[in-house]
Every structure is written in structure tokens, then in C-alpha cells.
């Protein structure tokens, strides 16, 4: 069935240093990928997303690299702050074409000042 | 000049009545959907509807039902509300069904 797997669920870094978050999916026909950064009683917001003809994206600190044959795609964030201290989830499109996107478990990133 | 809008931001409310939660979108988008956030911050897809159409309908139990009266409006109504219907629940719109969720604030619903 469609599935999403996140690791890890927790990750701890000092400020500065550079964290990676990632994803695996199962539904081989999945296109779109997005990446939400959730803070402590905020909405998700999008944060960068990346489509299946790409294979990297960046947008300043942050990137996401897809491997479609692996079916695995990845969160980089660099130089981290304090601020980017979040849950963040990642999702894939499903194949049905309705909008409908599976998250992962998310992951709470906490950067030490 | 918020894009997308829920109310209530709270509720609590006591087992076996019935809520509401509306919600609302201002960016012209075609598909509003429901989201069930968990304890455990899992996020879960309940509706979706395009056009006020239903066109996702995950396995919700029947006390939960949706109404889209117009593209820019998705309603939520619970009957007979249960302990383990405690939860953030959130809407979120799309275009055309495709591309980037848009999410409301939320609605944190605590049943007692």
C-alpha cells in the first residue's frame, strides 16, 4: 500500500553544523514531493518541494535530492539556526492523481545554540 | 488577508456531542481537504474535495461528515464524539488537485 518512511524521528545539532532528514517511499507512480517544517502550535508550512523530472533543488540553506530508482529523497539543511528547530515532515504524491499526499512520521530537528 | 482560514481555533467539548469545524480559502483554489493530526504529530488525509466534489474518502468512520457548499468552503461535522477523536484537525486547499497543500491554522478539538 502507499507508504511513507521517515528518518529519524528525533535529531540533534549544534548550530551550524548541517542535518539531513530522510525518506523512502512505495508507490513507484508518486511525482511529487514535497517538504513541511511544522513549529510548536503553527500550521505546516511548505518549505521546499521537488517534482520527479528534477533530481535536486535548492533554495538558499535548504535542498532536496530525489533518487527515483530508489525511490528514496532527502532534506538537507545547512548552517542551521536556532529558528529551524521544527517537526518536518516529508510527503509523497500518490498515484491517483486527486491531490492526496502521504506523510511521513516527521522528524524533530533541534539545533543547539 | 488570510489565505486559509478555520474556526474554531479550540474546542472542547464533552463525549457523545455534536461540532463543527468550518474552514475557508481565499486562494482561489479548486480542492480543500481535511487533515487528522494525532498526539503522535502523524498527519492523516480524512476528505478531500474538488469543485465540491468528494473525491477522497479515507477510512473515516461514518460519524465524520464533510460539505463543500462552494469551491472556496469545506465543513466538518462530528456526531457522537468519542475520546479518541481528540486531535488538531486541519484544512488545507490545493489547485487542481496537484502541487503544494496550503494548511489553516488548525482546530484543536479535546473531547472529555
Known amino acids: 500500500g502507499e507508504n511513507v518512511e521517515q528518518h529519524p524521528s528525533t535529531l540533534s545539532v549544534q548550530e551550524g553544523d548541517s542535518a539531513v532528514i530522510k525518506c523512502t517511499y512505495s508507490d513507484s507512480a508518486s511525482n511529487y514531493f514535497p517538504w513541511y517544517k511544522q513549529e510548536l502550535g503553527k500550521r505546516p508550512q511548505l518549505i521546499i518541494d521537488?517534482?520527479?523530472?528534477?533530481g535536486e533543488k535548492k533554495d538558499q540553506r535548504i535542498a532536496v535530492t530525489l533518487n527515483k530508482t530508489a525511490k528514496h529523497f532527502s532534506l538537507h539543511i545547512t548552517e542551521t539556526q536556532p529558528e529551524d528547530s521544527a517537526v518536518y515532515f516529508c510527503?509523497?504524491?500518490?498515484?491517483?492523481?486527486?491531490?492526496?499526499?502521504?506523510f511521513g512520521q516527521g522528524t524533530t530537528l533541534q539545533v543547539k545554540p | 488577508d488570510t489565505a486559509v482560514s478555520q474556526t474554531p481555533k479550540y474546542l472542547v467539548t464533552q463525549m457523545g456531542n455534536d461540532k463543527s469545524i468550518k474552514c475557508e480559502q481565499n486562494?482561489?483554489?479548486?480542492?480543500m481537504y481535511w487533515y487528522k493530526q494525532d498526539s503522535k504529530k502523524f498527519l492523516k488525509i480524512m476528505f478531500s474535495?474538488?469543485?465540491?466534489?468528494?473525491?477522497i474518502n479515507e477510512t473515516v468512520p461514518n460519524r465524520f461528515s464533510p460539505k463543500s457548499p462552494d469551491k472556496a468552503h469545506l465543513n466538518l461535522h462530528i456526531n457522537s464524539l468519542e475520546l479518541g477523536d481528540s486531535a488538531v484537525y486541519f484544512c488545507?486547499?490545493?489547485?487542481?488537485?496537484?502541487?503544494?497543500?496550503?494548511f489553516g491554522p488548525g482546530t484543536r478539538l479535546t473531547v472529555l
Open positions: 488545507a486547499s490545493s489547485q487542481e488537485g496537484r502541487g503544494a497543500l496550503y
Open positions: 510527503a509523497a504524491s500518490v498515484s491517483s492523481n486527486t491531490g492526496k499526499l502521504i
Open positions: 521537488i517534482r520527479s523530472n528534477v
Open positions: 486562494l482561489g483554489h479548486d480542492t
Open positions: 474535495y474538488n469543485n465540491k466534489e468528494l473525491i
